[in-house]
């Protein structure tokens, strides 16, 4: 073999390499890969969204014993999966989902006319003014408030299945008061065709769409809610926290829970922020569930360190100072690798955690003129 031929099978063996090293980055800061095949796939799950329970006979391919269900309970939903498939979700009768979508809002996140609101309506998504949310929040105690926030790579078809997902994984059978469950979207499909690029505009854009959320949080009356976050939404969740405390005080009752699953961190926020966040008086416990093998966060954190290498990881706050208000679950052994909610719902710690947290929330009590009073 001469020299000549050698160059070029080892060329073409790099750029191989190079090429699946590249498609394997691309499933790793994302929270899902969501192929083609699914876009195709979702021809039918529009028919199904447009479609309410009464109207599933008309549907062909639907189990009978599905139907019977759909008309015993609240709703049904078809999601979308990977490999183009679909997802049954069932919504139970006590429980109501809402849609807030921030996905403008990275432009001008203290524009709260930018936020749009839709309620899950017999499987389909109704518009709705925000005043009618804060104002169920408001009124009906018998309910208790979720505001889930998703990940990175993620658009908003993709946003409403994977939380939907979530519910149905984790919350929709464990034992917990009836559920006002608030998906919050924000702008975080792939924009540049290099991932690491692309990852660092969404890392940036969390923090920025942290101002939205703390936004959308201030026209609620009080802090009785769970506020949880899956990868680079806990970095919405985090950034929206430290905006509020750093906005003038409120005479809102009570403080937040927050639950963060597989947390993706800017190293902009862990450097200048992180480190005081166990003393935000605004937030009464973090709940931190990480896996060890997950890959897209072991690169999240990589890109953090070559950024900064002083830069502190969220887990690193059990032991520093104000630690007490936080603490780290380690479900290794509970999820596989895969960068994915649905992956983390199926955690029997995170059901189990995340139920506690919503009974604690419902039973908040407040303190006035020295008497406790129930929340209700």
């Not at 931190?288 to 990881?313: G, P, Q, Y």
Request: charged share 25%.
């Amino acid at each position: 073999m001469n020299i000549t031929s050698l160059k070029n099978r080892t060329w073409i063996l790099r750029s191989v390499i190079a090429s699946m090293l590249c498609l394997a980055n691309s499933f790793v800061l994302a929270e899902d890969y969501l192929s083609r095949e699914s876009e195709v796939a979702n021809v039918k799950s529009q028919v199904m969204l447009e479609t309410n329970a009464g109207d599933l006979k008309n549907v062909t391919g639907f189990p009978s014993d599905l139907i019977q269900n759909a008309e015993r309970v609240g709703q049904w939903i078809e999601t979308i999966d990977t490999l183009g498939r679909t997802r049954m979700i069932e919504i139970c009768s006590r429980d109501d989902v809402w849609l807030v979508s921030a996905r403008d809002s990275h432009c001008h996140p203290s524009d709260v006319s930018l936020l749009e609101c839709s309620r899950l309506v017999n499987g389909c998504w109704q518009s709705e003014e925000l005043a009618k949310l804060t104002d169920d929040h408001a009124n009906d105690k018998t309910k208790v408030t979720m505001i889930y926030v998703h990940g990175n790579r993620t658009d908003l078809k993709w946003a409403k299945s994977r939380a939907i997902q979530f519910y149905g994984n984790s919350l929709q059978s464990c034992e917990r008061p009836p559920l006002r469950f608030v998906v919050f979207a924000w702008k975080s499909e792939a924009e540049k065709a290099r991932v690491i690029p692309d990852y660092k505009i969404k890392s940036s854009r969390s923090v920025t769409i942290g101002k939205a959320f703390c936004e959308l949080l201030d026209h609620f009356e009080d802090r009785k809610m769970l506020l949880g976050g899956f990868s680079l939404g806990a970095q919405v969740v985090l950034s929206a926290m430290s905006e509020a405390e750093l906005r003038a005080p409120s005479a809102k009752s009570g403080q937040y829970q927050v639950a963060v699953i597989a947390p993706a961190i800017n190293s902009d926020f862990s450097r200048a922020n992180l480190a005081v966040y166990p003393q935000n008086s605004l937030v009464r416990h973090t709940d931190v569930f990480v896996s060890r093998e997950d890959c897209a966060v072991k690169v999240s954190e990589a890109i953090n360190r070559r950024t900064n290498a002083s830069c502190l990881n969220i887990t690193d706050l059990v032991d520093y100072q104000g630690g007490a208000s936080v603490s780290v679950h380690d479900i290794t052994c509970e999820v596989t690798r895969r960068h994915s909610i649905d992956n983390y719902g199926r955690s029997v710690s995170v059901t189990s955690r995340v139920c506690d947290l919503l009974n604690e929330v419902f039973e908040e009590k407040d303190v006035i003129s020295g008497r406790q009073v129930s929340a209700e």
